[in-house]
Structure formats: structure tokens, C-alpha cells
């Protein structure tokens, strides 16, 4: 099956997940793998610096939502969880030239952001375990507030 996506619930030390904001919709940074990504983890890694500039390590492969079309190949969509490292200067995202916004917040309100229904709650719970039993992240209740920039 054709990978067409890959996206990352990339969270921070404080424990809260970063969200990419474009007119006005909130989605997961990522995008879609390009010929000259080694895997899926480089993909993840590309695309979260150009999209919300940010390092991540230890990315860890949450699964996949396979997405049926009826006049077209299924394809899958993957999802990973890594950790925030460090926050780069804004820049424009080279495949559309804007700058996205970017929020750091808690589980549930990037849950609520995105509104992207069911599989998804499923797929923050599966990040959310992962973030505090590997790398000890406060995500049920993070130490900082919402940050927008």
C-alpha cells in the first residue's frame, strides 16, 4: 500500500504537543515522503523543518489509518510521536513559500484543534503513553502553558 502521509505528535520537555496552524486549520506537522527520503523517520524529520521548524529525536511509529477511496488505490497514512529538541527561527515553508503558525499545547486541546474525529483520540493516547513512560514528558499535565507564535 502506498504511504501518502506521514505525521508526527511531536512533543516539547514541558510536555505539550506542537500543532501547525494554516489559515486558521490546525493539523500535525508532516507531509508526504519524497524520492530522495532514506524512510519514513527522514520523511518526518524533512517535513517537520520546513513546515514549524523544529529538531525532533527518537521518533517512535505509532501505526497507520488506511484511507479507501472507490474509484482510486487505498493508501496509508502514518503516524509517529517524537521529541521536541529545539525550536528554529521562523521561516517560510519551501514547498508554498508561507510561514505556518505553530502552538505548542496540552494533548487534549490540540485534540480538540484538529477535530479530526474518533481514530484520532486513539492515536494522541497511543503518543501521549509512549511520551510519558519513554521519555518521562508530564503530558497529563503539562508545566507550561499554551505557546502561539
Not at 515522503?33 to 529525536?57: F, G, K
Request: hydrophobic share 40%; aromatic share 6%.
Amino acid at each position: 500500500m502506498e504511504i501518502t502521509q506521514v505525521y508526527g505528535w511531536l512533543v516539547d520537555g514541558h510536555g505539550r504537543v506542537m500543532a501547525r496552524i494554516d489559515d486558521g486549520h490546525w493539523g500535525l506537522p508532516g507531509g508526504t515522503p519524497e524520492l530522495y527520503d532514506s524512510d519514513r523517520v527522514a520523511t518526518l524529520v524533512r517535513e517537520v523543518d520546513e513546515e514549524v521548524q523544529v529538531r525532533i529525536a527518537d521518533p517512535v511509529y505509532l501505526g497507520y489509518q488506511e484511507v479507501l477511496h472507490p474509484n482510486h488505490r487505498s493508501h496509508a497514512q502514518l503516524r509517529m510521536v517524537a521529541r521536541i529538541t529545539e525550536l528554529l527561527p521562523r521561516r517560510p515553508d519551501p514547498d508554498n513559500g508561507r510561514i505556518h503558525g505553530r502552538i505548542l499545547a496540552s494533548f487534549d486541546a490540540v485534540l480538540d484543534g484538529l477535530n479530526w474525529g474518533p481514530s484520532t483520540e486513539g492515536q494522541a493516547e497511543c503518543a501521549r503513553r509512549i511520551a510519558e513512560a519513554r521519555w518521562g514528558l508530564p503530558v497529563m499535565s503539562p508545566t507550561a502553558g499554551p505557546a502561539l507564535d
